[in-house]
């Protein structure tokens, strides 16, 4: 039997996970499940697949959590460190789906002590892509891409030589406001951001679609996973969200992954690897769905990806400066203190005011990423604060 771990299993992308291996019984051991806030979800899931530990991020929950748990066999832990120390039991799969910077240590953690860490936590590549990619080839162990475009390139390579790669196409659904007109997104409330017209993700990587900043979180992933310069990759608005990415190749040919927009398909991929097994996902009619639609995303809508593109030149801590501010500005948008159009200028003026070419040449460890993280946050909350000091 296989020894599964999940982090963030309360989440989207945890959930999904969860079910995929309930629907297997007698193929996994699960080692340990860990949540944040909610304890019920996360004490339920235990029990479904009888878990060795669940852990909360969350301290003050233990108690609620030894609670539900009790008499079951199952152990309860709570905070950081449960947290950490559940990422060094030994598994032979673990999903990385905690959402943020949070993610970035367990991840880690997990690829030092484990086999294959299945990637949902985008942001891990983004902050720290070479201690990521370097402590799995440190350790003998592997990365597997969950992020729908990049599970799709990751299948689109199978079989080739990433020397024969020309370039990377990462499709993107313009989100909730693909169809705004520029003067209604400054208005724009949390709740617009947070419906998305495709996928049903959590509430951050859906505002996230909305601003194109998770499109910009996947240009520097991309590079980072599959090591290609920031000139071959590219970023295509697709409004059907059908074509997950295509991979061109130096003879002209260019590979699409296609499916339905079910994240169950990347996660089953990355969880049955290199086997692939019946997944319960919807079957494509072709002739039904008729045409597919591409175009060129409007940079001037929202600078994410201009950013993105400054952010891969530099190189360095700019990711994780650049991560770090957004998550700010992020939680500023939603607490209503700054605009929808804000939140990428916070960004900006974080990455500015902390130099590039600072943050290029800085070395990459657990403790550099998590001061440039630290930073990031204090100078995106001092541009937050001036923005509405100016709307005061
Ligand atoms: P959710 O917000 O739905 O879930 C996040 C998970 O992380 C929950 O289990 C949550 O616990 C837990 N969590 C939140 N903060 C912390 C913290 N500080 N410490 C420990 N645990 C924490 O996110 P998603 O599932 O949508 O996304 C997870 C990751 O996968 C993100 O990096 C996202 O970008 C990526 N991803 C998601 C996709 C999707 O379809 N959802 C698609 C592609 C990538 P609780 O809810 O109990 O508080
Ligand atoms: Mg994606």
Redesign the pocket.
């Known amino acids: 039997m296989r020894r599964v771990s999940i982090f ?7 959930c999904q996970t969860v079910e995929l291996i309930a629907a297997d019984p007698g193929a996994y051991d699960v080692v340990a499940l ?5 304890v019920a ?2 004490a339920e899931q235990a029990l479904l697949l009888n878990a060795e530990i669940a852990v909360t ?1 969350e301290d003050r929950l233990l108690g609620e959590l030894r609670e539900r748990l009790a008499g079951t066999g199952v152990e309860a832990a709570a905070g950081r460190t449960a ?1 950490l120390e559940a990422a060094t039991m030994p598994a032979d799969w673990v999903m990385s ?4 910077a ?2 970035l240590a367990p991840g880690l953690l997990a690829l030092a002590h484990g086999e294959t860490l299945a990637l ?4 891990s590549l983004v902050t720290a892509g070479p201690l990521l990619m370097g402590t799995a080839a440190e350790h003998a162990a592997r990365v597997l891409p ?3 475009e990049h599970s799709a390139v990751f299948q689109a390579l199978v079989g080739e030589d990433i020397s024969a790669v020309e370039r990377i196409v990462i499709t993107a659904s313009g989100g909730a406001f693909r169809d705004w007109p520029r003067e209604k997104l400054a208005a724009a409330t949390p709740e617009e951001a947070a419906r998305h017209p495709n ?1 049903d ?5 859906t505002i996230d679609s909305a601003s194109l900043f ?1 499109k910009a979180l996947e240009l520097i992933e991309t590079k980072e996973f599959f090591d290609v310069r920031p000139d071959q990759i590219e970023a295509v608005i697709h409004p059907e969200s059908l074509v997950h990415a295509l991979v061109g190749f130096r003879d002209g040919a260019l590979m699409a992954h296609v499916g339905p927009p079910d ?1 169950r398909h990347a996660i089953g991929y990355a969880l049955n690897w290199p086997e692939r097994k019946a997944l319960p996902v919807e079957r494509l009619d072709l002739a039904k769905i008729g045409q597919l639609s591409f175009r060129a995303p409007d940079e001037t809508r929202t600078p994410a990806l201009r950013l993105a593109r400054e952010v891969m030149e530099t190189g360095g801590l700019a990711g994780a400066v650049f991560n770090g501010a957004k998550e700010v500005a992020m939680d500023a948008f939603l607490a209503r203190r700054i605009g929808f159009l804000d939140m990428a200028g916070v960004v900006e003026e974080t990455l500015t005011k902390m130099s590039a070419d600072r943050l290029g040449s800085a070395q990459i460890t657990l403790d550099s990423v998590t001061q440039a993280d630290h930073v990031a946050r204090v100078r995106a909350g001092e541009a937050i604060t001036a923005i509405e000091s100016i709307e005061a």
């Open positions: 963030g299993a309360t989440g989207s992308i945890g860990t949540g944040g806030r909610n979800k996360l991020a947290l789906a905690i959402v943020g949070a993610g949902a936590n985008k942001e969950v992020d729908s996928w993700m959590g509430q951050r990587i998770n994240m």
